[in-house]
């Protein structure tokens, strides 16, 4: 089996120390042979593992530090918070309850008119400073586009790249997730002979042109603010289309205050039982960081300038309606144990993941299971994110560093924003419930290569990479599975939608021109 596309295109360009200048570009070209600079610079195409050469467009330093005795460095990671949305560097100020209002402009061809509302729409978007400085408690707004939502703004180029984003991008925002080659190549959802998704709801199946994701601190809270937003929008050109509410869904007892500690709420979990989030990154506030944020850096997360300065902070979102058949998986659970339901997900439902950990969930890698026999190669979370898997001697980390070579398991660049859906009461009792609940899978990423290779490879190739070597690992049983498989687990999860959607940042929405739609 060919092994070229297992790797992310965006193959790790985290090298060591070189992480850590105070004001980074998106790689280090200086920890590179030349020869690998030399075939960076031509952009070798991607399946062959080569991003391409990144610019001298600059991020703030990590840990994101806005109150930094170093006055540079204060202002630098305040103005990029201003200039970025919420929700993406953390999760949405909120109790817990995550909408979005997916909706079309009502006259797709009036560009200059569309332009307006959307520099219209900037002032009521919630920035990540914004987002950094008011209560939690308060609701943060995201503004997202489709492909067809930037064609009628007339921001997306035409398909021959002339357009203010690169062509292979435009290819995929203007298909959209719902293109054949996306479906077929890439999800594997199930599709009927003329490649349409059969499993899919109305409204993804359609056209929307966008989506405000809002946060509120109650359902009943959060439907009003939806509403807030159709109600401002409506009369300037945006047309409803569909609902979709989430939250964090936290059972078990009520947060618990012993007066030594802070509040704390029970961990939030999805659908089937096990502690979801242990591994999404936040960025801030600090002190809610985690503390094992991976590999994931700035640029894994946004785009840089280098294509137009207005882009730069922009980011892409990619949301999956994915519906959990729970009660098959307790089923599953109850005959054939509790041990081979956790197997399937890799981490125990309290969160402790079945490789040995340090003193955080999220302070381990695999390199004590080399076998995988504590944590099987079809677990979830380690097809999600394989870590480090084979121990290195230090001359082999140091020769490969020198190389610039990247690390031998494909390293995760994307930050996870999900939310579950479905009502209190199929949540509580999912005993009968077959078709209810699910989660609305977010993440963020600056490159959509990221996402289509996870799901499309590292979830479904049975040859999964271990260590450099492609090895038979056996199949992902959660979202994972090929068509021809007979096995139960096939029916726990069927996607209901998803879309690619852009994610533009502050100065984007405020400066997109009527005249050309281009920023
Ligand atoms: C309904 C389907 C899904 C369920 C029930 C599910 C469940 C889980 C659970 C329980 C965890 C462990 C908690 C944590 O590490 O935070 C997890 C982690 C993760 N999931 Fe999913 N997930 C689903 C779909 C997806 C999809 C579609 C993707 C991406 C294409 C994905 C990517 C990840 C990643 C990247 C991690 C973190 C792995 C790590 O860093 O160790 N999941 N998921």
Redesign the pocket.
Known sequence: MSTFPIASARLPNHVGSARSSIVRAGAKPSTQCPVTRFLRWWSLPKWMGFAPQPTADEFPELPLEPNSPDPQRATATRSFLEEVQGNILSTHHRGDCVGLWLFAFAHPKAHAANCAVVNAAAGRVTSAWEQYTIPREQSVRSLLFTGSGLLACGALGRADGSGSFPPDLTFWLRGGMIQRTELKAWMHDPVDSKNRPTTWEEHYTGSFDGAWLVSAPTLSDLETRLREVREWAEPLGLKHVEYEQGRVWRPGSAPVDDGAHPRKKPPAR?P?G???????QHFFPLGRQNPHL?STELDDVFLDGALNRLHRGGSFMVL?K?E?NVRAFREHQQTSGQSAADNI?G?TPD?TPLAAMGRHPNDFDFSNDESGSLCPFSA??RR??P?KVRSESFFKQFFRFLGGTPKPEPE?H?V?RGVVYGSDQDLQNPAGVTDKV??L?M?YMSNLDT?RV??GNW?RLSNFPVGNQPENVGDAL??GLPKTDTRPARGW?TPKGGAYLYVPSLPWLRNLKPETGQP
């Open positions: 999805e089937f096990y502690v979801d989030g242990i591994s999404t991976l999956r994915l959990q997900i981490r969160g979830h979370i999600a994110n870590r995760l994307l996870r699910g989660l899978f993440a996402f996870l799901q979830f959660i979202y999860i």
